[in-house]
């Protein structure tokens, strides 16, 4: 399975980037959407999730902030991102998987797939 990241950049403090992540028709109406991150030095966190294409998840640093969406004919999940803090700068990964359950949304080894990253770097 493969899951294709874009959308990355270079963005000042305030400003907004949208994530894309491209996902095979098969696996997109029927799996658990994730976005993690990872800064340098840092562990991969949790940002955002589509559990089972319906319900929403954020991570608390991120809520009000960020906004997980889908786009069926497209077979694309988004992350826009608003308001951008010099925090937010990291590689950003989406994933997926089948059968996790919402206790497990959280954590980045309960995912089976993932894309490649792409980076964002918000400026001071």
């Known amino acids: 399975v493969q899951l294709q990241a874009s959308g990355g950049g270079l963005v000042q403090a305030g400003g907004s980037l949208r994530l894309s992540c491209a996902a095979p028709?098969?696996?997109?109406?029927?799996?658990?959407m994730g976005w993690f991150r990872q800064a340098p030095g840092m562990e991969r966190e949790f940002v955002a999730a589509?559990?089972?294409?319906?319900?929403?998840v954020y991570a608390e640093s991120v809520k009000g902030r960020f906004t997980i969406s889908r786009d069926s004919a497209k077979n694309t999940v988004y992350l826009q991102m608003n308001s951008l803090k010099p925090d937010d700068t990291a590689v950003y990964y989406c994933?997926?998987?089948?059968?996790?359950?919402?206790?497990?949304?959280?954590?980045?080894?309960?995912?089976?797939?993932w894309g490649q990253g792409t980076l964002v770097t918000v400026s001071s």
């Open positions: 994933a997926a998987d089948s059968s996790l359950i919402l206790s497990s949304i959280r954590s980045a080894p309960a995912y089976d797939y």
């Open positions: 028709g098969r696996i997109f109406s029927r799996y658990t």
């Open positions: 589509l559990f089972r294409g319906s319900s929403t």
